[in-house]
């Protein structure tokens, strides 16, 4: 009789799903995403984070989500604020991306550090809008959804600005520019 390993069915699962994790990360790598940063202000104070997961979810009325990490403190500093700000940073912004990625700042000051940009006061009850950023939009929440390691907030735009400036992307774990290109041609 020969010998065979005997493997507990939690252990497969455990190396299946730890498998199905790693080929899902590498996945969503390919695809290219804006990058943002979710900023609010309020009674919970003021916080900002670094995220790449946004979308647009209705014009009528206009709504947006962003997907945060339950680990930041962004998450649970927007439920209670009640309000939070999308900042779709422009190329020259990936000073900023690290800074509210937690990486470092620009003159070696803490990660997270507002004092890192400029910041405009569009009014007294709405959180930071960055200057020069590739467009801005100002909520307020409409929902907030548990969803795996993220909390996803669905917020009402109440302002949206927009800019001229160019869009910073982030794909395979870089930054990129998105360029215009005429299709069927190759670069």
Not at 48 to 61: K, R
Not at 111 to 128: H, I, N, S, T
Request: aromatic share 6%; net charge negative.
């Amino acid at each position: 009789m020969a010998n065979h390993a005997i493997v507990p069915i939690s252990d497969i699962n455990e190396d299946r799903a730890a498998s199905n994790r790693m080929a899902f990360v590498a996945a969503m790598r390919c695809a290219p995403t804006a990058v943002s940063v979710v900023t609010t202000d309020g009674s919970a104070g003021r916080f900002g984070v670094t995220v790449s997961a946004i979308a647009s979810v209705s014009a009528d009325p206009p709504m947006l989500l962003a997907c945060i990490n339950r680990r930041s403190p962004v998450g649970a500093a927007v439920k209670q604020n009640q309000k939070f700000t999308v900042n779709l940073l422009s190329e020259q912004q990936t000073n900023i991306a690290d800074c509210f990625a937690g990486r470092f700042s620009v003159d070696g000051g803490p990660a997270f550090d507002f004092g890192q940009a400029e910041w405009a006061d569009d009014a007294a009850d709405l959180p930071p809008r960055l200057e020069g950023a590739c467009a801005s939009f100002h909520c307020d929440v409409e929902q907030i959804h548990d969803a795996g390691t993220h909390v996803i907030l669905i917020g009402r735009v109440v302002l949206a600005v927009s800019g001229s400036e160019p869009p910073l992307a982030y794909v395979r774990q870089n930054y990129a520019r998105v360029m215009n290109f005429k299709p069927g041609l190759a670069a």
